[in-house]
């Protein structure tokens, strides 16, 4: 079975510093998607970014950028130029490969970031 | 685009009752999927559904039924309330199947509480 791992319960740093969230997975397959969600107060979900296994290429999106280490199985997500509108609550997620129709995400236990003034 | 819509965000059931999670999306999207999340354990998928009358069970499907008649809404409906089923749902669509491996959007949750 797949399991995802945050090992970082709660993070805090100053506004405008740069963060590195960590995330391990473990899994047998080769072909699979990783995923980071925020989850403001608000309880929404929302997706910040996203990793196909298959690409070497390390996933960008704004100041948010992953390292994705497959033979380590880690996806660590880096939040650069931190705002206070960061706070929240990060999960990664796993997805595999399209099995018995369920497109099912595999959550970590998430991290609580708090971005000060 | 409204997004992924979930009514009520919040309701107080007593243990025995029945109700129903509303969950609507305007993105013609084809799937669509119920999760609870509890403290310290994440996601959990609940049901979900490839397509207008196509459902089928998720992780943890017990005590909650399922139906969709139109591509737009995907209701989740508590039998009989139980205080385990006390947490907060989310419903979450994507556009395509899941061979496609589409990024999943979601609602912004409804709490329940079951006493």
């Known amino acids: 079975a797949q399991t995802v791992t945050q090992s970082q319960p709660e993070m805090s740093v100053q506004e405008a510093e740069t963060v590195t969230l960590s995330c391990t997975y473990d899994t047998s397959e080769s072909n699979y998607y990783l995923f980071w969600y925020k989850q403001p107060p608000s309880r929404q979900m929302i997706l910040v970014i996203r990793?196909?296994?298959?690409?070497?290429q390390n996933a960008t999106e704004n100041r948010f950028s992953v390292n994705f280490q497959k033979a380590a199985k880690s996806f660590s997500l880096k939040i650069s130029d931190s705002q206070l509108g960061d706070t929240a609550m990060y999960f990664c997620a796993f997805m595999r490969q399209a099995y018995q129709g369920a497109q099912k995400l595999v959550f970590g236990q998430g991290t609580r970031l708090t971005i000060n003034p | 685009n409204a997004g992924v819509t979930q009514t009520p965000k919040f309701q107080v059931l007593k243990t025995g009752q029945s109700m129903t999670l509303q969950c609507a999306q305007d993105?013609?999207?084809?799937?669509m999927s119920w999760y609870r999340q509890d403290p310290g354990m994440g996601l959990r998928l609940i049901h979900y559904s490839v397509g207008a009358g196509i459902t089928d069970q998720g992780e943890v499907p017990n005590g909650y039924n399922v139906s969709r008649s139109t591509t737009e809404d995907f209701p989740l409906r508590l039998l009989s309330a139980a205080p385990s089923q006390t947490s907060v749902y989310f419903c979450a669509s994507s556009l395509s199947a899941p061979i496609n491996q589409e990024t999943q959007y979601f609602g912004p949750g409804t709490r329940l509480l079951v006493l």
């Open positions: 990793q196909e296994a298959y690409k070497q």
């Open positions: 993105m013609n999207h084809e799937y």
